[in-house]
Nanobody
Framework: QVQLVESGGGLVQPGGSLRLSCAAS????????MGWYRQAPGNQREFVAS??????TDYADSVKGRFTLTRDNAKTVYLQMNSLKPEDTAVYYC?????????????WGQGTQVTVSS
């Protein structure tokens, strides 16, 4: 069983940056890809980015070139978000993911709120 805890959200002005962290417990971290999804009010949860155990990354078109996903050996993944836009406002969730289909696997964390507003 993997438990995931997200952190790092907050309020930022358009054009600003935030770094989200996802700390994982359990052995599955070393064999599964990790991903970030987000859900804005009234919208469905959508894929943001994923990273495999080998470090290969995949990004949604809406964040490509602005967001960077990395992972370390301490069971943590980081989502660096630059040039933030109001449409990036959402609750961000970390989850195990199938990197080929972008399908989320397992349980969701509690999420972390990101608000981009002036």
């Amino acid at each position: 069983q993997v438990q995931l805890v997200e952190s790092g959200g907050g309020l930022v002005q358009p054009g600003g940056s935030l770094r989200l962290s996802c700390a994982a417990s359990g052995s599955a971290f070393s064999i599964y890809a990790m991903g970030w999804y987000r859900q804005a009010p009234g919208n469905q949860r959508e894929f943001v980015a994923s990273i495999t155990t080998g470090g290969s990354t995949d990004y949604a078109d809406s964040v490509k070139g602005r967001f960077t996903l990395t992972r370390d050996n301490a069971k943590t993944v980081y989502l660096q978000m630059n040039s933030l836009k109001p449409e990036d406002t959402a609750v961000y969730y970390c989850v195990l993911v199938d990197p080929f289909s972008r399908t989320p696997l397992g349980s969701w964390g509690q999420g972390t709120q990101v608000t981009v507003s002036s």
